[in-house]
């Protein structure tokens, strides 16, 4: 079997009936390896349905 294109796609409930889709699909050429190439669509989708945000950083007169 030869693959040729690669589509990953994920939707992210967003709450109160709302959703959002992403999909994205690759195209392969011989040297590419299908297994890495997913991992890579995954990645790339979930990078940018689930942002990670960076932890807050305590500003000068915070008490703690």
Do not use: C, W
Not at 1 to 24: A, C, D, H
Not at 35 to 59: H, I, W
């Amino acid at each position: 079997m030869k693959i040729e294109t690669i589509t990953y796609k994920r939707v992210k409930n967003l709450g109160n009936f709302q959703s959002e889709t992403m999909e994205v699909t690759a195209a392969l050429d011989q040297y590419d390896e299908p297994d890495q190439v997913s991992e890579q669509l995954r990645k790339l989708v979930k990078s940018q349905l689930f942002p990670q945000t960076p932890a807050p950083t305590p500003s000068e007169g915070d008490d703690f």
